[in-house]
């Protein structure tokens, strides 16, 4: 059965007010909060049973983090305004929007890896140093993962997928809306993430 | 005899009876209310089988037996909730003994697939341990030198036989060495997992002596036609662990049974031997542990008190105890 | 909506193995977690050998086996015997019970019986297929590693699991670490069901059809997959960071000072053992409900439809099945009241735990009061929904005393607590899923599997199960600790090999008895007799489409005008009354 | 689709907003944490700040103001089942150490 001929592809069933995939993506985001949750609750737990340092000044730079936390709020923003601009209609301001938000996105990635991991590794801080840099390694890694997947999908609307918006543009939309949930998501996590290792 | 006390082990402590009664009522209530049920289901499958009941009835059937049935579940199992779990887990397991109470208090260090027994000795201060003076031959648990703590001077370790005394608290301040562990001795109603990194309380009460437990746990075996063949290889092989609870001629009394025995008793005429286990205390580790773990097994030695002060006052420094080598009944 | 829009012909492939329909999926699901299935119980009755019988030969398999698991002369090893019952463990539940119930079962049946035309994301449905073959692949290949498959339990507790496996110079080819690899994708595979369960059931359902009108079946499914979604999540966690511990050699698990053989570890420490415990119970104690629901699901169907009679307060079922899922997530640490636990903690989860047991209590007695003036045809597929209630009355009652702490201390950790869980979970979960085999085959096939068959597989299966698992009461009861390669070390192990050797010759004779099954299960595709679509006079959605149901599923998207159970309608032209077929034509 | 065209343009002056008070909240949040407070308010102080940041983009940027009840019971119950795994464990294991130390020498 092709997706076309199911109900509720496109418009949005009149109980969850969503299309299919949008319900979809706000299921996967509820497992993706247990999923973090639960690292959360590891890192609560590994803090406070002892031999946690946290002394933040010379554990990370927390002005490298605050930046990238400015990068992946702007790229929200963008992200954000590219859903708003293709549905008005606009698809150039749409992809101009979209190209910003992956060059900030690639933007965090490179800092995140070159700045801070590679730096770190330099000074033979790995995971295996302390349960805290073992639990920041793991949950920025898995963060960073979520942003690299993010990237990939929205290189793919960019260029392969691109031609769906001649099609359907309406589905078109929908999928950068579906993106966006996901996107912004990852960005909540972050804000999270950054007062969590690198100021507290 | 066995059946009647649901197949639970004999208990010696002073708190088992306690487990027991909570585990004796849950099953009664658990068989009563099967038995209700399935008296009803058979009932319904033979009353309204299709040959009997051709015709279904549309609706609902009137429900207040189910209602009366679930509030008697409630009310069942809110009674064992707080008028014995709750109050049992309070008692036994959140309040420790204190000075007064006088305790024996010991350490045990779980490890693949040993436990270690560390007594404080005479000061009644456990000396000092390092991970990396451990080895496992002549310092299991690591122990200082008194140089170092004069509290480690007079310790003493036993590997794998729990020394104890009867009718005193014993207070088992309870860890690992390497992995997850569990410290069961079913006569003793006591279990409590052994986690590295933590050192868990738990105290319990001895009632009864190893050998009262033994003579609770005295048995008459039916010795085979012949002292030859397979069933006899069997009966001494599944045999091995107990020990005769009467002088048999041929057979002293507290000996371990084997082939030889069983050939001189068959042959004099004897057709049955009350046996019991030698060590009927045991300590089962309860909880997954590596390969060893099925044979992770300590032996507890329950004195009189006086008897208990005698061994400790001569205790030595580390005693291996292998079951096999043990003669010391 | 007919099948013939679909203008091209697909190919096999496409056709049969990457298909997108719900309905092969579903039967691809099927045969896999079935064969998984037996493989699991296989290797469980090679452990039944050395239980009956320690260190004696393996007879017949033995030589086969590999070093990893026997010695020279097929005497199976105690790190072997660790193996198999780690992952009897990991197979039944993740590959086998579970992709059954909710794989099989819930895509083949619960689209139709929502009178959808395929699930609401196909893709992705068979993207959560191929990632759990890929996971089963996975897992499978453990066996043939150095050091042999996982051997720290299916529950992997550390540290324990960290240290466990690591042989000579293979960081990743190990054991353990495959298992960790292979559950993770066993999880993505999960999550990816699960999301398209809980849209197609809110998006998917016909006109009429409201969520009171649902099969009970379907709302088992609807809150199994809530369970899936949110508990699966932190055991992924929790597997990453043991990833990490053994591949990074963090020590999230690891204390410090810890000493292996002698030797002092080298790691940072500060971690916790118990992390994993909470992490890993989070999600096993809602699994148990993934692994019950759908069965109760399906047992509910057959006895609805064979007692002729609508399912005794249905909507009682629907809250008490919603209760139950939302409690399961409340109850976890009842795995842990001897890891230490304080009062406050232990009155929590203990109280949570009995709380928990009313539901189970309320759907266990609205089943069997929907027997009450019933008009009971004892078809196979109703023996065995009949044969699950007594068998999960038992497994439900003796979750008691291993629910309150005190009585928990004595039974925790013996054979007892696997008798329980194998009374929910066997006799119980694996009896009604066999039993929704025989009743859907035909919808799947067109075809009635053998009723002689049937019987011959149904009768020795009843017997068998509880000759394997009632014993293994008396032997907890006595006292002796699971997972011991050799109880007879122990003088209350030797008191009760007799119910040992009672057990494994059950699990032998519960192996023999399955043969009628599988030969059926093949043989009835296309010898068995043809039957019309709606052989069982069935009311519920599935049966209003042609058997087998073409692409597409209905020839005519159906309409639902009533709820799902109404049977023995007075003053109606039959005993049965189909969901889509409006009153004029009925009555 | 809920969002008209119109919708849709006056929303964009919102997300404008949200940005600019992200931007503001997260150098607060820097700021706040030179403060000589102890742990406990300093963690409090951060997570206060990043959940009104979170909820910001939760409720602008991903529109949850404008969802229906269906998604906001699947949320509300992911975040109870969330909270409970964070504060039982710490619970049970507070409460542990706390009957260790009763039998420390």
């Known amino acids: 059965m092709s997706s076309e001929l199911l109900p509720h592809t496109l418009d949005a069933h009149p109980v969850t007010g969503m299309y299919n995939g949008k319900f979809g993506v706000w299921l996967f985001l509820a ?129 392969v997928g691109s031609g769906l918006w001649n099609k359907n543009q309406q589905q078109f939309t929908n999928r950068i809306e579906c993106t966006g949930l996901y996107w912004h998501f990852v960005d909540l996590v972050w804000i999270f993430l950054f007062p969590v290792f690198y100021l507290l | 005899m066995i059946a009647s006390s649901f197949w639970l082990p004999p208990d010696i402590s002073e708190h088992g009876s306690q487990i027991d009664i909570i585990i004796k009522y849950l099953h009664w209530f658990m068989a009563i209310l099967f038995v209700a049920w399935g008296s009803y289901f058979l009932y319904c499958l033979v009353r309204f089988r299709a040959g009997a009941n051709p015709k279904a009835t549309y609706g609902d059937a009137k429900a207040k037996p189910s209602k009366v049935a679930e509030i008697v579940v409630i009310v069942i199992e809110a009674a064992l909730l707080v008028g014995f779990s709750i109050p049992v887990w309070a008692y ?177 005429g004897t057709t049955s031997v009350e046996l019991a286990p030698g060590f009927p205390v045991n300590i089962q580790c309860a909880q997954l542990c590596g390969l060893g773990h099925y044979r992770m097994k300590g032996q507890m030695k329950i004195y009189e008190p006086e008897d208990f002060e005698a061994w400790y006052s001569s205790a030595g420094e580390v005693e291996v105890f292998d079951e096999d080598e043990f003669d010391d009944e | 909506m007919s099948s013939d829009h679909h203008a091209h012909n697909p190919g096999f492939i496409s056709k049969y193995v990457f298909s997108l329909d719900h309905k092969v999926i579903g039967v691809q699901y099927t045969v896999t977690s079935l064969i998984f299935l037996f493989f699991g119980f296989s290797l469980m009755m090679i452990m039944r050998w050395q239980l009956a019988y320690p260190g004696e030969a393996i007879p017949l398999v033995g030589g086969w086996l590999g070093k990893y698991l026997v010695d020279n002369n097929g005497v199976l090893l105690p790190e072997g015997y660790n193996s198999l019952g780690a992952m009897h ?200 409900y993934v692994l019950i629901l759908p069965a109760i699901g399906i047992v509910g169907e057959i006895i609805a439809n064979n007692t002729r009679r609508p399912l005794w307060g249905y909507k009682t079922l629907v809250y008490s099945v919603i209760f139950l899922g939302f409690m399961s997530f409340v109850v976890w640490a009842h795995h842990m009241f001897l890891t230490g636990m304080g009062t406050a903690m232990s009155t929590f989860f203990q109280t949570t735990t009995m709380i928990i047991s009313i539901p189970s209590v309320v759907i266990l007695t609205a089943l069997l009061l929907s027997l009450w003036q019933a008009s009971i045809r004892f078809t196979v597929p109703m023996l065995f929904a009949l044969s699950f209630l007594p068998m999960f009355a038992i ?189 004029s034509q009925v009555v | 689709m809920a969002a008209s065209a119109e919708d849709v343009r006056k929303s964009i002056k919102s997300y404008l907003l949200v940005f600019g008070a992200l931007a503001v909240l997260t150098v607060i949040t820097v700021a706040a944490s030179w403060l000589k407070v102890s742990v406990a308010l300093a963690i409090f102080i951060a997570l206060v700040i990043a959940s009104v940041k979170g909820s910001l983009v939760a409720s602008v940027f991903m529109h949850l103001t404008g969802e229906k009840a269906t998604l906001y019971w699947v949320l509300i119950i992911s975040a109870f089942f969330f909270l409970l795994l964070v504060l039982l464990p710490v619970l049970q294991t507070w409460e542990t150490s706390h009957l260790i130390d009763q039998v420390k020498p």
């Open chain 3, 89 to 288: 463990g990991t197979i039944m539940v993740f590959l086998g019970v579970v992709p059954l119930a909710v794989g099989g079962f819930g895509n083949y049946v619960m689209p139709l019986q929502i009178g959808a035309p395929d699930m609401a994301f196909p893709k992705l449905n068979m993207a959560s297929y191929w990632v759990y073959f890929a996971g089963g692949v996975t897992m499978l290949s453990s066996f043939f590693v150095p050091g042999g498959a996982a051997n720290s339990g299916w529950t992997a507790y550390p540290p324990l699991s960290n240290i466990a496996n690591t042989v000579g110079t293979y960081p990743f080819w190990n054991g353990q670490t495959i298992w960790l690899l292979a559950m993770v994708l066993l999880i993505t595979s999960s999550l990816l069901g699960s999301v398209n369960f809980i849209v197609t059931i809110m998006h998917l359902r016909v006109k009429g059809l409201t969520m009171f009108r649902l099969p009970f079946f379907v709302w088992a499914q609807f809150v199994t997959s809530f369970l899936l979604l949110l508990a699966f999540p932190p055991l992924e966690a929790a597997g990453v960071l043991q990833l990490m511990d053994r591949v990074f050699d963090t020590s999230f698990f690891m204390p410090s000072g810890l000493v292996v053989s002698g030797v002092v570890q080298e790691y940072s420490g500060g971690g916790s053992p118990l992390l994993w415990q909470h992490l890993f119970w989070f999600l096993a104690h809602p699994e148990v």
């Open chain 2, 92 to 268: 036994y397991r959140s309040e420790p003994p204190t000075n007064a109470d006088n305790p024996l208090t010991v350490r045990v260090v779980a490890q693949q697939f040993a436990w270690n027994i560390h007594y404080p000795g005479k000061d009644g201060v456990f000396g000092k341990t390092r991970p990396e003076l451990v080895d496992e031959a002549l310092n299991p648990i690591g122990l200082v030198d008194a140089s170092e703590d004069p509290a480690a001077g007079d310790d003493y370790v036993s590997v794998n036989i729990f020394h104890a005394p009867k009718g005193r608290d014993i207070l088992v301040r309870l860890s690992s060495k390497d992995v997850i562990h569990s410290f069961a001795v079913p006569l003793l109603r006591v279990k409590q997992d052994a986690v590295p990194g933590m050192e868990i309380p738990i105290w319990f009460k001895a009632e009864k002596t190893n050998e009262e437990a033994q003579e609770m746990m005295k048995r008459a075996f039916e010795l085979p036609a012949s002292a030859e063949g397979a069933e006899a290889e069997r009966f001494i092989k599944e045999n091995r662990l107990r020990v005769t609870m009467a002088d048999y001629g041929s057979v002293p009394k507290g000996a371990t049974l084997n082939a030889e025995h069983l050939k001189t008793l068959i042959a004099a």
């Open chain 3, 395 to 583: 497994g439900g009652l003796t979750g008691l005393p291993l629910g309150l702490s005190a009585s928990d201390i004595q039974l925790h950790d013996t054979y007892y607590v696997i008798g329980h869980f194998h009374y929910v979970v066997a006799p119980g979960t694996i009896m009604a899923l066999l039993g929704g085999v025989y009743f859907w085959y035909p919808k799947v096939t067109g075809r009635k599997m053998s009723t002689l068959l049937g019987h011959l597989h149904f009768w020795p299966s009843f017997v068998f199960m509880n000759t394997v698992f009632f014993p293994m009461f008396m032997v907890g009861l006595a006292g002796v600790s699971r997972r011991l390669w050799d109880q007879t070390e122990y003088v209350q192990g030797i008191d009760v090999q007799g119910w040992v050797r009672m057990s494994s010759w059950g699990a032998w004779g519960l192996g023999l008895a399955q043969l009628p099954f599988i030969i059926n299960f093949f043989f009835s595709a296309f010898a068995g007799k043809k039957v019309d679509a709606n052989p069982w006079k069935a009311t519920t959605l599935e049966w209003a489409a042609p058997s087998p149901p073409p692409h597409g599923n209905f020839a005519e998207v159906p309409v639902a005008y009533r709820g799902p159970y109404e049977y023995s309608v007075p003053n109606a032209k039959e005993d049965f009354h189909p969901q889509h077929i409006p009153d």
């Open chain 1, 31 to 159: 497992s993706e909060v247990m999923l973090f949750g639960a690292l959360f609750s590891a890192y609560i737990l590994l803090r406070t049973h002892g031999d946690f340092p946290t002394h933040k000044e010379t554990l990370l730079n927390y002005k490298i983090g605050a930046l990238n936390t400015f990068l992946l709020i702007t790229s929200s923003v963008t992200m954000v305004m590219a859903w708003a601009s293709f549905k008005l209609n606009d698809p150039g301001k749409g992809k101009l929007y979209l190209w910003i938000t992956v060059i900030l996105s690639c933007a965090f990635l490179f800092i995140k890896i070159k700045f801070e991991y590679m730096h770190k590794i330099h000074e033979d801080i790995i995971p295996s140093t302390s349960t805290f840099y073992g639990i920041y390694y793991c949950m920025t890694g898995l963060h960073g993962l979520h942003i690299l997947g993010g990237v990939v999908v929205m290189l793919y609307f960019l260029t």
